[in-house]
Protein backbone atom coordinates (compact mmCIF):
# COMPACT_ATOMS: atom_id res chain seq x y z
CA UNK A 1 0.00 0.00 0.00
CA UNK A 2 0.99 3.52 -0.94
CA UNK A 3 1.73 5.79 1.94
CA UNK A 4 0.27 8.99 2.18
CA UNK A 5 1.45 12.41 0.65
CA UNK A 6 1.77 14.24 4.30
CA UNK A 7 5.08 14.41 6.37
CA UNK A 8 3.92 15.91 9.59
CA UNK A 9 6.44 17.39 11.58
CA UNK A 10 7.15 18.80 15.15
CA UNK A 11 6.96 22.30 13.84
CA UNK A 12 3.56 22.24 13.05
CA UNK A 13 4.54 22.17 9.44
CA UNK A 14 3.42 19.58 7.25
CA UNK A 15 5.02 19.23 3.79
CA UNK A 16 2.98 17.86 1.27
CA UNK A 17 4.26 15.48 -2.42
CA UNK A 18 2.08 17.50 -5.16
CA UNK A 19 3.39 14.70 -7.15
CA UNK A 20 1.28 11.76 -4.93
CA UNK A 21 -2.22 10.60 -6.27
CA UNK A 22 -3.82 11.44 -3.22
CA UNK A 23 -2.62 15.09 -3.30
CA UNK A 24 -5.61 17.43 -4.66
CA UNK A 25 -7.47 15.23 -2.09
CA UNK A 26 -4.92 16.12 0.47
CA UNK A 27 -4.84 19.90 -0.38
CA UNK A 28 -8.81 20.30 -0.07
CA UNK A 29 -9.04 18.65 3.33
CA UNK A 30 -5.94 20.65 4.70
CA UNK A 31 -7.34 23.97 3.38
CA UNK A 32 -9.62 23.72 5.91
CA UNK A 33 -7.31 24.42 8.94
CA UNK A 34 -4.37 25.22 7.70
CA UNK A 35 -2.51 28.05 6.02
CA UNK A 36 -0.34 27.37 2.52
CA UNK A 37 2.89 29.04 3.47
CA UNK A 38 5.29 28.04 0.58
CA UNK A 39 4.32 26.36 -3.01
CA UNK A 40 7.18 25.38 -5.25
CA UNK A 41 6.85 22.91 -7.88
CA UNK A 42 7.11 19.74 -5.99
CA UNK A 43 6.70 20.03 -2.24
CA UNK A 44 4.19 22.46 -0.61
CA UNK A 45 4.41 23.56 2.96
CA UNK A 46 1.61 24.12 5.28
CA UNK A 47 1.65 25.51 8.24
CA UNK A 48 -0.98 24.50 11.29
CA UNK A 49 -1.46 28.03 13.38
CA UNK A 50 -4.03 28.61 16.03
CA UNK A 51 -5.56 31.06 14.37
CA UNK A 52 -6.02 28.65 10.92
CA UNK A 53 -7.62 26.35 13.60
CA UNK A 54 -9.94 28.79 15.14
CA UNK A 55 -11.07 29.82 11.99
CA UNK A 56 -11.77 25.72 11.17
CA UNK A 57 -13.69 25.48 15.03
CA UNK A 58 -15.59 28.76 13.91
CA UNK A 59 -16.82 26.87 10.51
CA UNK A 60 -17.80 23.93 12.52
CA UNK A 61 -14.89 21.25 12.39
CA UNK A 62 -13.48 19.38 15.40
CA UNK A 63 -10.20 18.43 16.59
CA UNK A 64 -11.30 15.21 15.80
CA UNK A 65 -11.98 15.80 11.86
CA UNK A 66 -8.55 17.86 11.97
CA UNK A 67 -6.46 15.24 13.91
CA UNK A 68 -8.04 12.78 11.40
CA UNK A 69 -7.25 14.07 8.12
CA UNK A 70 -3.91 14.75 8.75
CA UNK A 71 -3.64 10.73 10.28
CA UNK A 72 -5.48 9.84 6.71
CA UNK A 73 -2.54 11.63 4.70
CA UNK A 74 0.57 11.19 7.04
CA UNK A 75 3.10 9.22 5.30
CA UNK A 76 4.70 8.88 9.00
CA UNK A 77 3.00 8.96 12.29
CA UNK A 78 2.28 12.22 13.67
CA UNK A 79 4.21 14.00 16.69
CA UNK A 80 2.21 13.47 19.84
CA UNK A 81 2.82 17.41 20.61
CA UNK A 82 1.26 18.12 17.32
CA UNK A 83 -1.82 16.69 18.21
CA UNK A 84 -2.06 17.81 21.72
CA UNK A 85 -1.60 21.57 20.53
CA UNK A 86 -4.30 21.41 18.38
CA UNK A 87 -6.93 19.27 20.63
CA UNK A 88 -5.85 22.57 23.18
CA UNK A 89 -6.16 24.80 20.70
CA UNK A 90 -9.81 24.17 19.29
CA UNK A 91 -10.68 23.39 22.26
CA UNK A 92 -10.29 26.93 23.48
CA UNK A 93 -12.79 28.61 20.52
CA UNK A 94 -16.09 28.06 21.78
CA UNK A 95 -15.33 27.71 25.73
CA UNK A 96 -16.43 31.50 25.88
CA UNK A 97 -19.55 32.41 24.01
CA UNK A 98 -21.28 35.86 23.47
CA UNK A 99 -24.85 35.54 23.93
CA UNK A 100 -28.34 37.08 24.00
CA UNK A 101 -30.49 36.63 26.79
CA UNK A 102 -33.61 38.58 26.60
CA UNK A 103 -32.31 42.41 25.95
CA UNK A 104 -29.09 41.57 27.43
CA UNK A 105 -25.68 40.70 25.89
CA UNK A 106 -23.54 37.77 28.48
CA UNK A 107 -20.30 36.26 28.19
CA UNK A 108 -20.69 32.52 29.50
CA UNK A 109 -17.64 29.69 30.47
CA UNK A 110 -18.41 26.33 30.10
CA UNK A 111 -15.52 26.32 32.64
CA UNK A 112 -15.63 28.40 35.58
CA UNK A 113 -11.49 28.93 36.10
CA UNK A 114 -11.43 30.24 32.64
CA UNK A 115 -13.73 32.97 33.05
CA UNK A 116 -12.01 33.58 36.15
CA UNK A 117 -8.41 33.62 34.65
CA UNK A 118 -9.74 35.92 31.81
CA UNK A 119 -11.06 38.45 34.66
CA UNK A 120 -8.11 38.92 36.39
CA UNK A 121 -6.78 40.40 33.15
CA UNK A 122 -7.10 44.12 32.84
CA UNK A 123 -7.30 44.48 29.53
CA UNK A 124 -10.80 41.66 29.88
CA UNK A 125 -12.08 42.96 33.02
CA UNK A 126 -12.71 46.79 32.66
CA UNK A 127 -15.25 45.48 29.20
CA UNK A 128 -16.67 42.99 31.42
CA UNK A 129 -19.97 44.50 33.39
CA UNK A 130 -21.74 42.79 36.16
CA UNK A 131 -20.90 39.40 37.19
CA UNK A 132 -24.03 37.36 37.29
CA UNK A 133 -22.99 34.03 38.49
CA UNK A 134 -19.32 31.51 38.30
CA UNK A 135 -19.69 30.83 34.62
CA UNK A 136 -21.31 34.75 33.27
CA UNK A 137 -20.87 38.40 33.04
CA UNK A 138 -23.33 41.18 31.59
CA UNK A 139 -21.22 43.06 28.67
CA UNK A 140 -22.39 45.98 27.23
CA UNK A 141 -23.13 45.83 23.55
CA UNK A 142 -20.50 48.84 22.19
CA UNK A 143 -17.77 46.72 23.99
CA UNK A 144 -18.76 42.94 21.71
CA UNK A 145 -15.89 43.49 19.60
CA UNK A 146 -13.18 45.33 22.06
CA UNK A 147 -14.33 41.96 24.22
CA UNK A 148 -13.21 39.30 21.46
CA UNK A 149 -10.30 41.25 20.33
CA UNK A 150 -9.21 41.34 24.09
CA UNK A 151 -9.84 37.29 24.71
CA UNK A 152 -8.12 36.42 21.18
CA UNK A 153 -5.17 37.73 22.37
CA UNK A 154 -5.47 36.29 25.68
CA UNK A 155 -6.18 32.98 23.61
CA UNK A 156 -9.56 32.31 24.29
CA UNK A 157 -11.43 33.61 21.21
CA UNK A 158 -15.07 33.68 21.98
CA UNK A 159 -17.59 32.32 19.95
CA UNK A 160 -20.54 35.01 19.51
CA UNK A 161 -24.24 33.97 18.93
CA UNK A 162 -25.59 37.07 19.65
CA UNK A 163 -27.36 37.55 16.32
CA UNK A 164 -27.10 40.16 13.82
CA UNK A 165 -29.65 43.00 13.34
CA UNK A 166 -31.75 42.95 9.87
CA UNK A 167 -31.21 46.60 9.02
CA UNK A 168 -33.54 48.26 6.82
CA UNK A 169 -34.77 45.83 4.32
CA UNK A 170 -34.16 46.63 0.95
CA UNK A 171 -34.86 44.40 -2.28
CA UNK A 172 -32.01 43.52 -3.73
CA UNK A 173 -31.39 40.56 -7.06
CA UNK A 174 -29.16 38.82 -8.87
CA UNK A 175 -30.10 39.15 -12.58
CA UNK A 176 -28.50 36.33 -14.18
CA UNK A 177 -29.37 36.65 -17.50
CA UNK A 178 -26.05 36.45 -19.66
CA UNK A 179 -24.22 35.09 -17.27
CA UNK A 180 -23.95 32.78 -13.92
CA UNK A 181 -22.17 32.40 -10.80
CA UNK A 182 -19.51 30.06 -11.01
CA UNK A 183 -19.66 27.16 -8.20
CA UNK A 184 -16.78 28.34 -6.25
CA UNK A 185 -18.80 32.29 -6.23
CA UNK A 186 -21.75 30.32 -5.20
CA UNK A 187 -19.82 28.52 -1.99
CA UNK A 188 -18.21 31.10 -0.53
CA UNK A 189 -21.79 33.01 -0.90
CA UNK A 190 -23.30 30.12 1.05
CA UNK A 191 -20.37 30.10 3.86
CA UNK A 192 -21.11 33.64 4.48
CA UNK A 193 -24.70 33.51 5.14
CA UNK A 194 -24.83 30.24 7.13
CA UNK A 195 -22.09 32.50 9.21
CA UNK A 196 -23.32 36.01 8.96
CA UNK A 197 -19.69 37.24 9.34
CA UNK A 198 -16.89 36.76 8.33
CA UNK A 199 -13.91 36.55 5.41
CA UNK A 200 -13.89 35.54 1.74
CA UNK A 201 -10.50 35.21 0.53
CA UNK A 202 -10.29 35.08 -3.33
CA UNK A 203 -7.31 35.89 -6.11
CA UNK A 204 -7.67 39.25 -8.21
CA UNK A 205 -9.51 38.30 -11.27
CA UNK A 206 -11.66 35.43 -9.66
CA UNK A 207 -14.95 37.80 -9.05
CA UNK A 208 -14.71 38.74 -5.38
CA UNK A 209 -17.18 41.93 -6.55
CA UNK A 210 -19.64 39.04 -7.49
CA UNK A 211 -19.55 37.36 -4.64
CA UNK A 212 -20.34 40.87 -2.22
CA UNK A 213 -23.66 41.18 -4.63
CA UNK A 214 -24.35 37.90 -3.88
CA UNK A 215 -24.04 38.33 -0.38
CA UNK A 216 -25.87 41.58 -0.76
CA UNK A 217 -29.00 39.69 -2.42
CA UNK A 218 -29.09 37.35 0.61
CA UNK A 219 -29.26 39.65 2.96
CA UNK A 220 -31.76 41.98 1.22
CA UNK A 221 -30.96 44.95 3.46
CA UNK A 222 -29.41 48.56 2.96
CA UNK A 223 -25.91 48.15 2.52
CA UNK A 224 -22.28 50.12 2.94
CA UNK A 225 -19.81 48.78 0.64
CA UNK A 226 -16.20 50.28 1.74
CA UNK A 227 -13.10 50.61 -0.78
CA UNK A 228 -9.88 51.50 -1.48
CA UNK A 229 -10.38 54.44 -3.78
CA UNK A 230 -13.00 56.34 -6.12
CA UNK A 231 -12.29 54.46 -9.36
CA UNK A 232 -12.87 51.22 -7.40
CA UNK A 233 -15.87 52.58 -6.34
CA UNK A 234 -17.36 53.49 -9.53
CA UNK A 235 -16.02 49.82 -10.85
CA UNK A 236 -18.30 48.38 -8.09
CA UNK A 237 -21.17 50.82 -9.20
CA UNK A 238 -21.25 49.60 -12.61
CA UNK A 239 -20.78 45.87 -11.70
CA UNK A 240 -23.69 46.31 -8.99
CA UNK A 241 -25.83 47.85 -12.59
CA UNK A 242 -24.73 45.24 -14.09
CA UNK A 243 -25.41 41.89 -12.19
CA UNK A 244 -28.40 43.42 -9.77
CA UNK A 245 -31.73 44.79 -10.19
CA UNK A 246 -30.01 47.75 -8.60
CA UNK A 247 -30.68 51.36 -10.71
CA UNK A 248 -28.51 53.90 -10.25
CA UNK A 249 -30.76 55.93 -8.06
CA UNK A 250 -30.62 53.62 -5.26
CA UNK A 251 -26.63 53.40 -5.44
CA UNK A 252 -25.01 55.77 -3.62
CA UNK A 253 -20.93 57.17 -3.94
CA UNK A 254 -19.58 58.47 -0.68
CA UNK A 255 -16.06 59.88 -1.46
CA UNK A 256 -13.62 63.18 -1.67
CA UNK A 257 -15.80 64.12 -4.71
CA UNK A 258 -19.44 63.24 -3.98
CA UNK A 259 -21.09 62.58 -0.72
CA UNK A 260 -24.52 60.39 -1.22
CA UNK A 261 -25.85 58.11 1.28
CA UNK A 262 -28.71 55.84 -0.60
CA UNK A 263 -29.84 52.12 0.24
CA UNK A 264 -26.69 51.01 -1.69
CA UNK A 265 -23.56 53.27 -0.70
CA UNK A 266 -20.34 53.03 -1.56
CA UNK A 267 -17.24 54.94 0.81
CA UNK A 268 -13.67 55.06 0.20
CA UNK A 269 -11.58 53.91 3.45
CA UNK A 270 -9.79 57.55 2.41
CA UNK A 271 -12.72 60.02 2.91
CA UNK A 272 -14.03 57.69 6.23
CA UNK A 273 -10.38 58.13 7.86
CA UNK A 274 -9.50 62.01 6.63
CA UNK A 275 -9.34 64.30 10.05
CA UNK A 276 -10.60 68.00 10.28
CA UNK A 277 -10.09 69.44 13.42
CA UNK A 278 -8.50 66.36 14.50
CA UNK A 279 -11.62 64.49 14.09
CA UNK A 280 -12.98 61.83 11.78
CA UNK A 281 -15.88 63.98 10.24
CA UNK A 282 -16.80 60.68 8.39
CA UNK A 283 -16.29 58.16 10.23
CA UNK A 284 -20.24 58.00 11.84
CA UNK A 285 -21.23 57.21 8.47
CA UNK A 286 -20.43 53.56 9.95
CA UNK A 287 -22.65 53.79 12.34
CA UNK A 288 -25.56 56.58 12.25
CA UNK A 289 -27.98 54.22 9.33
CA UNK A 290 -29.22 51.12 9.93
CA UNK A 291 -27.15 48.88 7.52
CA UNK A 292 -27.76 45.50 7.05
CA UNK A 293 -24.30 44.45 5.79
CA UNK A 294 -21.10 46.11 5.98
CA UNK A 295 -18.90 45.04 2.88
CA UNK A 296 -15.27 45.83 3.53
CA UNK A 297 -13.62 45.12 -0.17
CA UNK A 298 -9.19 44.25 0.32
CA UNK A 299 -10.41 43.90 3.90
CA UNK A 300 -6.45 43.33 4.73
CA UNK A 301 -6.00 47.28 3.74
CA UNK A 302 -8.41 48.35 6.04
CA UNK A 303 -7.53 50.92 8.22
CA UNK A 304 -6.85 51.40 12.08
CA UNK A 305 -9.45 53.91 12.48
CA UNK A 306 -12.17 51.46 10.28
CA UNK A 307 -10.97 48.89 12.84
CA UNK A 308 -12.00 50.98 15.67
CA UNK A 309 -15.09 51.67 14.89
CA UNK A 310 -16.15 48.35 13.51
CA UNK A 311 -15.53 47.15 17.18
CA UNK A 312 -18.98 48.69 17.98
CA UNK A 313 -20.41 47.05 14.88
CA UNK A 314 -20.85 43.75 15.54
CA UNK A 315 -24.27 43.82 15.39
CA UNK A 316 -24.34 44.09 11.68
CA UNK A 317 -23.46 41.49 9.05
CA UNK A 318 -20.07 41.95 7.60
CA UNK A 319 -18.09 40.49 5.04
CA UNK A 320 -14.58 40.68 3.78
CA UNK A 321 -13.06 40.32 0.55
CA UNK A 322 -9.77 39.94 -0.37
CA UNK A 323 -7.09 38.54 -2.28
CA UNK A 324 -4.76 37.64 0.91
CA UNK A 325 -4.81 37.85 4.24
CA UNK A 326 -1.68 39.04 4.71
CA UNK A 327 -1.18 42.15 6.90
CA UNK A 328 2.08 43.86 6.38
CA UNK A 329 0.93 45.49 10.41
CA UNK A 330 0.32 42.00 11.45
CA UNK A 331 -3.75 42.75 12.69
CA UNK A 332 -4.65 39.42 11.28
CA UNK A 333 -6.38 38.29 14.37
CA UNK A 334 -8.07 41.44 14.44
CA UNK A 335 -10.12 40.61 11.14
CA UNK A 336 -10.68 37.45 12.69
CA UNK A 337 -12.42 39.11 15.83
CA UNK A 338 -13.97 42.39 14.22
CA UNK A 339 -15.09 41.49 10.57
CA UNK A 340 -15.60 37.52 11.39
CA UNK A 341 -13.40 34.59 10.73
CA UNK A 342 -12.23 33.06 7.31
CA UNK A 343 -15.29 31.23 5.80
CA UNK A 344 -13.88 30.46 2.18
CA UNK A 345 -10.59 30.08 0.46
CA UNK A 346 -8.99 28.71 -2.68
CA UNK A 347 -5.65 28.11 -3.95
CA UNK A 348 -4.76 30.79 -7.36
CA UNK A 349 -3.64 28.07 -9.17
CA UNK A 350 -6.46 26.12 -8.46
CA UNK A 351 -9.02 28.56 -9.75
CA UNK A 352 -6.28 28.92 -12.87
CA UNK A 353 -6.39 25.60 -13.83
CA UNK A 354 -10.34 25.84 -14.90
CA UNK A 355 -9.44 28.88 -17.06
CA UNK A 356 -11.28 31.48 -14.44
CA UNK A 357 -7.51 33.42 -14.29
CA UNK A 358 -5.19 33.46 -16.71
CA UNK A 359 -1.73 31.43 -16.05
CA UNK A 360 1.27 33.51 -15.51
CA UNK A 361 4.82 33.42 -15.85
CA UNK A 362 7.19 34.93 -13.13
CA UNK A 363 10.31 36.75 -13.52
CA UNK A 364 13.04 39.10 -11.54
CA UNK A 365 15.84 40.62 -13.70
CA UNK A 366 18.38 41.95 -12.02
CA UNK A 367 20.31 44.63 -13.02
CA UNK A 368 23.75 46.45 -11.65
CA UNK A 369 24.17 50.16 -10.12
CA UNK A 370 26.92 51.81 -12.31
CA UNK A 371 30.38 52.39 -10.25
CA UNK A 372 28.85 56.10 -9.27
CA UNK A 373 25.70 55.37 -8.16
CA UNK A 374 27.07 52.07 -6.02
CA UNK A 375 29.54 54.76 -3.90
CA UNK A 376 26.47 56.80 -3.67
CA UNK A 377 24.69 53.85 -2.30
CA UNK A 378 27.84 52.88 0.14
CA UNK A 379 28.18 56.40 1.26
CA UNK A 380 23.69 56.91 2.06
CA UNK A 381 22.23 56.75 4.98
CA UNK A 382 19.97 53.34 5.47
CA UNK A 383 16.86 55.56 5.21
CA UNK A 384 17.95 56.12 1.47
CA UNK A 385 19.80 53.25 0.24
CA UNK A 386 16.22 51.65 -1.00
CA UNK A 387 15.48 54.36 -2.95
CA UNK A 388 18.15 54.58 -4.61
CA UNK A 389 18.82 50.92 -5.17
CA UNK A 390 15.11 51.03 -6.78
CA UNK A 391 15.05 54.10 -8.71
CA UNK A 392 18.82 52.73 -10.70
CA UNK A 393 18.77 54.55 -14.26
CA UNK A 394 19.67 51.24 -15.81
CA UNK A 395 16.18 50.35 -14.74
CA UNK A 396 14.74 52.73 -17.80
CA UNK A 397 16.62 50.41 -20.44
CA UNK A 398 15.41 47.32 -19.26
CA UNK A 399 11.99 48.42 -19.03
CA UNK A 400 12.03 49.54 -22.40
CA UNK A 401 13.77 46.33 -23.33
CA UNK A 402 11.62 44.28 -22.04
CA UNK A 403 8.45 45.88 -23.66
CA UNK A 404 10.23 45.54 -26.86
CA UNK A 405 9.91 42.02 -26.42
CA UNK A 406 6.12 42.39 -26.09
CA UNK A 407 4.82 43.34 -29.35
CA UNK A 408 1.16 44.64 -29.02
CA UNK A 409 0.49 43.81 -25.93
CA UNK A 410 -0.70 45.79 -22.89
CA UNK A 411 1.95 46.82 -20.60
CA UNK A 412 1.99 48.11 -17.21
CA UNK A 413 5.08 49.65 -15.44
CA UNK A 414 4.25 49.99 -11.19
CA UNK A 415 6.70 51.76 -8.84
CA UNK A 416 6.68 53.41 -5.57
CA UNK A 417 8.72 57.14 -6.46
CA UNK A 418 6.89 59.20 -8.21
CA UNK A 419 10.25 61.38 -9.69
CA UNK A 420 11.56 57.51 -10.83
CA UNK A 421 7.72 57.16 -12.35
CA UNK A 422 7.97 60.40 -14.20
CA UNK A 423 11.43 60.18 -15.59
CA UNK A 424 10.06 56.60 -16.73
CA UNK A 425 7.11 57.75 -18.37
CA UNK A 426 8.90 60.35 -20.38
CA UNK A 427 11.30 57.91 -21.27
CA UNK A 428 9.07 55.59 -22.95
CA UNK A 429 7.31 58.41 -24.30
CA UNK A 430 3.49 56.61 -22.05
CA UNK A 431 0.81 58.02 -19.90
CA UNK A 432 1.29 58.31 -16.20
CA UNK A 433 -1.12 57.45 -13.16
CA UNK A 434 -0.50 58.76 -9.63
CA UNK A 435 -2.58 59.42 -6.62
CA UNK A 436 -2.54 63.46 -7.49
CA UNK A 437 -4.30 62.50 -11.18
CA UNK A 438 -7.90 63.29 -11.35
CA UNK A 439 -10.70 60.50 -11.31
CA UNK A 440 -11.64 61.25 -14.75
CA UNK A 441 -8.82 61.30 -15.99
CA UNK A 442 -7.64 58.28 -14.50
CA UNK A 443 -10.90 56.58 -15.27
CA UNK A 444 -9.84 58.03 -19.36
CA UNK A 445 -6.77 56.50 -19.39
CA UNK A 446 -7.39 52.77 -17.95
CA UNK A 447 -10.14 52.89 -20.77
CA UNK A 448 -7.91 54.08 -23.44
CA UNK A 449 -5.48 51.10 -22.15
CA UNK A 450 -8.71 48.78 -21.96
CA UNK A 451 -9.60 49.47 -26.00
CA UNK A 452 -5.97 48.98 -27.23
CA UNK A 453 -5.87 52.82 -27.64
CA UNK A 454 -2.54 52.98 -24.99
CA UNK A 455 -0.76 49.89 -25.03
CA UNK A 456 1.70 51.15 -22.08
CA UNK A 457 0.72 52.96 -18.68
CA UNK A 458 3.24 54.19 -16.34
CA UNK A 459 1.44 54.17 -13.00
CA UNK A 460 2.08 54.16 -8.69
CA UNK A 461 0.65 51.77 -6.37
CA UNK A 462 -2.53 53.47 -7.39
CA UNK A 463 -3.34 50.89 -9.42
CA UNK A 464 -2.32 47.98 -6.86
CA UNK A 465 -5.92 48.07 -5.74
CA UNK A 466 -9.22 47.01 -7.47
CA UNK A 467 -8.66 48.26 -11.47
CA UNK A 468 -10.35 46.25 -13.93
CA UNK A 469 -7.90 45.66 -16.34
CA UNK A 470 -8.87 42.30 -18.27
CA UNK A 471 -6.14 42.74 -21.00
CA UNK A 472 -3.27 43.32 -18.95
CA UNK A 473 -0.66 40.91 -19.99
CA UNK A 474 2.39 42.39 -18.83
CA UNK A 475 3.55 44.06 -15.90
CA UNK A 476 7.27 45.06 -15.17
CA UNK A 477 7.73 46.14 -10.88
CA UNK A 478 10.33 48.65 -11.09
CA UNK A 479 10.44 49.77 -7.45
CA UNK A 480 7.67 48.46 -4.52
CA UNK A 481 6.57 49.10 -0.59
CA UNK A 482 10.14 47.31 0.41
CA UNK A 483 8.95 43.77 1.17
CA UNK A 484 5.25 44.23 0.95
CA UNK A 485 3.82 41.04 0.16
CA UNK A 486 0.12 41.94 0.03
CA UNK A 487 1.60 44.37 -2.89
CA UNK A 488 3.05 41.78 -4.33
CA UNK A 489 -0.78 39.68 -4.44
CA UNK A 490 -2.45 43.00 -5.81
CA UNK A 491 -0.13 44.03 -8.58
CA UNK A 492 0.31 40.11 -10.36
CA UNK A 493 -3.30 40.39 -9.85
CA UNK A 494 -3.64 43.20 -12.42
CA UNK A 495 -2.70 40.85 -15.24
CA UNK A 496 -4.59 37.65 -13.78
CA UNK A 497 -8.24 38.62 -15.31
CA UNK A 498 -8.60 36.02 -18.39
CA UNK A 499 -7.24 37.14 -22.03
CA UNK A 500 -9.40 37.53 -24.81
CA UNK A 501 -6.68 35.41 -26.93
CA UNK A 502 -6.01 33.10 -23.55
CA UNK A 503 -2.18 34.29 -23.12
CA UNK A 504 -0.40 33.79 -20.34
CA UNK A 505 0.83 37.05 -18.32
CA UNK A 506 3.78 37.82 -17.69
CA UNK A 507 5.34 39.51 -14.40
CA UNK A 508 8.27 41.00 -14.25
CA UNK A 509 10.75 42.59 -11.34
CA UNK A 510 13.70 44.25 -11.97
CA UNK A 511 15.61 44.28 -8.67
CA UNK A 512 19.09 45.81 -8.37
CA UNK A 513 21.35 43.16 -7.39
CA UNK A 514 23.22 43.06 -4.30
CA UNK A 515 21.51 45.35 -2.74
CA UNK A 516 18.63 45.88 -0.21
CA UNK A 517 16.14 46.24 -3.42
CA UNK A 518 17.40 42.20 -3.86
CA UNK A 519 16.72 41.33 0.22
CA UNK A 520 13.17 43.33 0.10
CA UNK A 521 12.40 41.40 -3.10
CA UNK A 522 13.71 38.00 -1.43
CA UNK A 523 10.25 38.63 1.21
CA UNK A 524 8.04 39.43 -2.29
CA UNK A 525 8.98 36.35 -3.60
CA UNK A 526 7.71 34.47 -0.97
CA UNK A 527 3.52 35.53 -1.97
CA UNK A 528 4.43 33.72 -5.45
CA UNK A 529 5.79 31.10 -3.85
CA UNK A 530 3.04 29.99 -1.70
CA UNK A 531 0.59 30.39 -4.40
CA UNK A 532 2.56 27.99 -6.62
CA UNK A 533 3.75 30.56 -9.22
CA UNK A 534 7.66 29.72 -10.44
CA UNK A 535 10.20 32.63 -10.11
CA UNK A 536 12.53 32.69 -12.58
CA UNK A 537 15.93 34.81 -11.84
CA UNK A 538 17.96 36.13 -14.69
CA UNK A 539 20.60 38.54 -14.66
CA UNK A 540 20.02 41.40 -17.20
CA UNK A 541 22.58 40.74 -19.66
CA UNK A 542 20.69 37.30 -20.11
CA UNK A 543 17.71 38.35 -20.85
CA UNK A 544 18.09 37.47 -24.81
CA UNK A 545 18.32 33.96 -23.71
CA UNK A 546 15.46 33.83 -21.86
CA UNK A 547 13.19 35.13 -24.75
CA UNK A 548 14.65 32.48 -27.23
CA UNK A 549 14.06 29.97 -24.69
CA UNK A 550 10.06 30.84 -24.35
CA UNK A 551 9.95 31.31 -28.20
CA UNK A 552 11.41 27.89 -28.61
Known amino acids: MELGPLIIQSDHTALLEVAHPDSENARHDLAVFAELERAPEHVHTYRITRLGLWNARAAGHTA ?60 VAQLLGHQIDDLTYEIEPLTRGELKQALLKRGWPAEDLAGYTPGTPHDIELLETDWAMRDYQRTAVDTFERGGSGVVVLPCGAGKTIVGAGAMARVKAQTLILVTG ?6 WRDELLKRTNLTEDEIGEYSGQVKEVKPVTIATYQILTSKRGGAYQHLSLLSEHDWGLIVYDEVHLLPAPVF ?34 KRYDVPWREI ?12 EV ?5 DDERLRYASAEDSERYRIASSA ?30 EMAEALDAPLITGKTPVDEREELFGQFRRGEVTTLVVSKVANFSIDLPDASVAIQISGSYGSRQEEAQRLGRLLRPKSNGMQASFYTIVTADTVDQDFAQNRQRFLAEQGYAYTIVRAGDLASLYSAASA
Do not use: W
Request: include cysteine; aromatic fraction near 4%; charge should be negative.
Open 308 to 341: KLTAELQARRRIGLTATLVREDGREGDVFSLIGP
Open 230 to 235: AVSARQ
Open 352 to 363: EAQGFIAPAACY
Open 366 to 370: RVSLD
Open 64 to 123: DEVIATLTRYAKFPMPSNVELEIRDSMDRYGNLRIERRDDQLVLTAQNPLVLREMSQSKA
Open 393 to 422: PVKQDITREIIEQHPGESVLVIGQYIEQLE
